[in-house]
């Protein structure tokens, strides 16, 4: 089977709503589990917030997808094509985009800590500092060499928490993991039906790793953070992309095929989300490849249908465009904002919360991170 050819390379609107789901799920369980004193409200709103918080960790899956959607979609359009990728603009295009903002966030975090003083308080424990973790050097060597999701496996019983700042390393970790393969996987296949197939048995190893979890250990860690646990999620965001470009022609001409495609993913993704509880053991099976499936359907729908490149769904997409400095920042936001949430609503805080983390996201962005990643691309004299 031959390759699609390149697919254009414009924004796809409808992807950064996805991240920006994503997104707004892992804020609000942080938000939920930071322990501040929150007004309660009517009831439905407290209903509302329980589920909107309860399964936030599932917007990590979501964010997989997406993640192996637009990595594929960046190497397929490269001069080599999918399966010729260009190693070194590869890797070096993936360094420059991530380390910037995450060099400053761990040495901001490591001067936080060290110039604190006394008994550590609420904030910085939760945020920054837990004090019963262990601070040794194979943690902090973990960080660069993304290898934190298996230090925090190994240490699960002796401490849960690192402080959100370190413990949302994980995921990058997970990722940096997959695509420092992912590559050599391309080239090793060849071809999309090889490939596909490569894929599949990706997608039912992580199933068959999270279930030996659940029949033998239980750990949440283990069946949730290590690598084998979320490769199935990244390698269906592969495969979206393959299938996408084989199927655009007939789902920009079906447009009905896309709607319902589009709303069954939604669909999916929703009953997920609130019926698959991802702290009992036996759901934490198939919940992440299920919710994984929702988005590939919603995704390969929604794409190709021009209602969702309106501008009118602009506002929306901006904490998604956002959605790596959001990511890493959200935890810092939350630790100056502290001061100033007892006794908000969890609505009006989680809103502070999201804007106030979306600009200094975009502020990241524009002054440090798009700089220093074109500086870095300049240095290599990267195409």
Same mark, same amino acid.
């Given at each position: 089977?031959?390759?699609?050819?390149?697919?254009?390379?414009?924004?796809?609107?409808?992807?950064?709503?996805?991240?920006?789901?994503?997104?707004?799920?892992?804020?609000?369980?942080?938000?939920?589990?930071?322990?501040?004193?929150?007004?309660?409200?009517?009831?439905? $709103?407290?209903?509302?917030?329980?589920?909107?918080?309860?399964?936030?960790?599932?917007?990590?899956?979501?964010?997989?997808?997406?993640?192996?959607? %637009?990595?594929?979609?960046?190497?397929?359009?490269?001069?080599?094509?999918?399966?010729?990728?260009?190693?070194?603009?590869?890797?070096?295009?993936?360094?420059?985009? %991530?380390?910037? #903002?995450?060099?400053?966030?761990?040495?901001?975090?490591? $001067?936080?800590?060290?110039?604190?003083?006394? &008994?550590?308080?609420?904030?910085?424990?939760?945020?920054?500092?837990?004090?019963?973790?262990?601070?040794?050097?194979?943690?902090?060597?973990?960080?660069?060499?993304?290898?934190?999701?298996?230090l925090r496996v190994k240490r699960e019983s002796i401490s849960g928490s690192y402080g959100l700042i370190w413990d949302?390393?994980?995921?990058? $970790?997970? &990722?940096?993991?997959?695509?420092?393969?992912?590559?050599?996987?391309?080239?090793?296949?060849?071809?999309?039906?090889?490939?596909?197939?490569?894929?599949?048995?990706?997608?039912?190893?992580?199933?068959?790793?999270?279930?030996?979890?659940?029949?033998?250990?239980?750990?949440?860690?283990?069946?949730?953070?290590?690598?084998?646990?979320c490769f199935d999620q990244i390698a269906l965001g592969c495969l979206l992309y393959f299938i996408s470009a084989r199927?655009?022609?007939?789902?920009?001409?079906?447009?009905?095929?896309?709607?319902? %495609?589009?709303?069954?993913?939604?669909?999916?993704?929703?009953?997920?989300?609130?019926?698959?509880?991802?702290?009992?053991?036996?759901?934490?099976?198939?919940?992440?490849?299920?919710?994984?499936?929702?988005?590939?359907?919603?995704?390969?729908?929604?794409?190709?249908?021009?209602?969702?490149?309106?501008?009118?769904?602009?506002?929306?997409?901006?904490?998604?465009?956002?959605?790596?400095?959001?990511? #890493?920042?959200?935890?810092?936001? #939350?630790?100056?904002?502290?001061?100033?949430?007892?006794?908000?609503?969890?609505?009006?805080?989680?809103?502070?919360?999201?804007?106030?983390?979306?600009?200094?996201?975009?502020?990241?962005?524009?002054?440090i991170e798009m700089p220093a990643a074109r500086a870095i691309r300049k240095r290599f004299e990267l195409r």
């Amino acid at each position: 089977m031959e390759p699609p050819g390149r697919q254009p390379t414009q924004h796809i609107q409808c992807v950064d709503l996805v991240r920006t789901l994503a997104i707004l799920t892992v804020m609000a369980i942080h938000l939920g589990k930071s322990g501040n004193a929150f007004h309660v409200g009517v009831p439905w $709103a407290d209903h509302l917030w329980r589920q909107l918080d309860s399964n936030g960790s599932y917007g990590v899956s979501v964010f997989f997808v997406v993640s192996g959607f %637009l990595i594929t979609r960046v190497l397929a359009n490269q001069p080599g094509g999918a399966f010729q990728p260009m190693l070194r603009n590869f890797y070096i295009r993936r360094a420059a985009r %991530l380390w910037p #903002l995450l060099a400053l966030l761990v040495v901001g975090g490591a $001067a936080m800590m060290w110039t604190t003083s006394g &008994e550590p308080s609420p904030a910085m424990k939760f945020c920054f500092w837990e004090p019963k973790a262990l601070f040794d050097w194979n943690f902090w060597l973990s960080i660069p060499t993304f290898t934190f999701n298996w230090l925090r496996v190994k240490r699960e019983s002796i401490s849960g928490s690192y402080g959100l700042i370190w413990d949302i390393q994980w995921s990058l $970790a997970v &990722e940096e993991q997959f695509y420092l393969c992912y590559p050599l996987l391309l080239r090793w296949a060849a071809t999309e039906r090889r490939l596909y197939k490569a894929l599949a048995a990706i997608i039912l190893s992580g199933v068959l790793f999270r279930c030996g979890v659940w029949w033998f250990d239980g750990s949440f860690l283990l069946s949730f953070t290590a690598s084998p646990a979320c490769f199935d999620q990244i390698a269906l965001g592969c495969l979206l992309y393959f299938i996408s470009a084989r199927a655009r022609p007939f789902l920009e001409e079906e447009r009905a095929i896309s709607l319902l %495609l589009c709303l069954l993913g939604l669909l999916m993704m929703g009953t997920i989300y609130v019926y698959m509880d991802l702290w009992v053991p036996a759901m934490r099976v198939m919940g992440p490849t299920l919710l994984g499936i929702g988005v590939f359907l919603f995704l390969l729908g929604g794409i190709h249908l021009k209602g969702l490149q309106s501008r009118w769904w602009r506002p929306l997409t901006f904490p998604g465009e956002l959605s790596y400095g959001c990511y #890493l920042l959200h935890g810092v936001t #939350l630790y100056f904002l502290w001061p100033y949430l007892p006794g908000l609503h969890k609505f009006k805080a989680f809103g502070l919360y999201v804007m106030v983390t979306v600009a200094v996201s975009y502020l990241t962005f524009t002054l440090i991170e798009m700089p220093a990643a074109r500086a870095i691309r300049k240095r290599f004299e990267l195409r």
